[in-house]
Each structure stands twice: as C-alpha cells, then as structure tokens.
C-alpha cells in the first residue's frame, strides 16, 4: 500500500522558534498534500491543501505567514511553523493524494509539537 | 454550509456489536470514508462507500444511503483493541475531505 512518512515525529522547540515538518510519499506520486491540525479530543482540522509547484490554498483564519508551506516535488512537502507559540502545540498530520486517485488520501504518522 | 454529525461517544461490551451513525450535508458528494484514530496516532483507512448499500470487511462493515445522507459503521465482536476514535469524512464535490469530530468508543470487559 501507498506510505506516507512524516519527520519529525515529535518536536519539542523553545517560543519564537521555527519548526520545519517534512511529508513524504514513499512509493508513489503525490501532486496534492493535506496540512491538518488536531488539537487534543478534537477533530481533524484542514489547514492547507498543497500542490506540487504551485502556491498552497489555505483555509479560513490560518495565517499563511506563520504556516509556510512548499511543495517542491511529487513526493516531497514541507509545512514550517514560523515564532512558534504555545498555543501551536498540537498535533500535525499530513496527507497525500496519488496522482489521479481522488478518492484516497493516505495519511503520514502525525508530528507532535510542543511549544515551550 | 457543510455539516457532518456522529455521536461524540459510545460504549460497548467486549464481545459485542456496535453501530457507528453519520449523517451528513455536503455541497457534493463523492464517497464516504470511515477511519479509525487511537490516541496520539493518526487516522487508519477502514472504508470506502460511494454507492448505496453495505460493504463488509471482516468484523467491519459500512452502510451507505446518499438519498438519506446517512451512513453507518458496523463493528462486530468487538475487542478492547478497538477502543478507538472513528471519524467520519465525506469527499465533497472539490474532492476534498470534510471530516466528523469523530465518535469515541469506548470497549469494556
């Protein structure tokens, strides 16, 4: 089946850092990526949906200065979360779509990130 | 706007069967999903519906009714490994996924 990797799994940073997320698909092509956050006992939250070479559309009140997001490649998207607070501890999970499968996403292990 | 419901939790005894609801309104439809969440850990694929009727794998199996915007997930024999969260999403008509807050279960012995 299609892997998803994430990197780090878990990271622990200091207020007013930045923290970079890796998402990649392992065996196959991914044009789309999906940010989501998860806040404890909460659902799923979509952050950003991100396509291979182009810009990311982001969803309403998520500030794209301080989520930056790249999706350099097919298999290879990066969300960094710039001055970093404790109020963005949460858990990030992505997701990838495979080229032409728009009804399957295969999600990546999740992130945990605590902010000091 | 998009809404997806399904109970916030449920209990069940170990052994037995259990029943997941989700109804919900979309601008579009284009499959539903059911996932299964434990604490700390991502979303795991457990279905796929996108026509009417009841699809089974094993101790799982999904309903779907798109006439009623209503689905179900069917558990049997439950086991304490599947204390869990199930989400609920639905593919709208951008192929984009709008999830459920999820419906904790919760298995006792």
């Known amino acids: 089946g299609a892997v998803v990797s994430q990197h780090p799994s878990r990271v622990i940073c200091k207020s007013g850092t930045s923290v970079k997320i890796e998402c990649r698909s392992l065996d196959f092509q991914a044009t789309t990526m999906f940010w989501y956050r998860q806040f404890p006992k909460k659902s799923l939250m979509l952050m950003a949906t991100s396509n291979e070479g182009s810009k990311a559309t982001y969803e309403q009140g998520v500030e794209k200065d301080k989520f930056l997001i790249n999706h350099a490649s097919l298999t290879l998207s990066t969300l960094t979360v710039t001055s970093a607070h404790p109020e963005d501890s949460s858990f990030y999970i992505c997701?990838?779509?495979?080229?032409?499968?728009?009804?399957?996403?295969?999600f990546g292990p999740g992130t945990r990130l605590t902010v000091l | 706007g998009q809404n997806i419901d399904q109970p916030t939790e449920m209990t069940a005894t170990e052994g037995a069967i259990v029943q997941i609801n989700c109804t919900y309104q979309?601008?579009?439809?284009?499959?539903l999903f059911w996932y299964q969440q434990h604490a700390g850990e991502a979303p795991t694929f457990l279905s796929y519906n996108v026509l009417d009727g009841l699809e089974e794998k094993g101790r799982f199996s999904s309903f779907l009714s798109r006439s009623k915007g209503y689905s179900y997930l069917l558990l049997k024999e439950l086991q304490m490994k599947d204390s869990a969260s199930y989400l609920c999403?639905?593919?709208?008509?951008?192929?984009?996924?709008?999830w459920g807050a999820g419906t904790k279960l919760i298995i006792k012995p």
């Open positions: 997701s990838a779509r495979d080229l032409g499968a728009y009804n399957e996403q295969f």
């Open positions: 979309t601008s579009g439809f284009n499959g």
């Open positions: 999403a639905v593919l709208d008509s951008n192929y984009q996924l709008i």
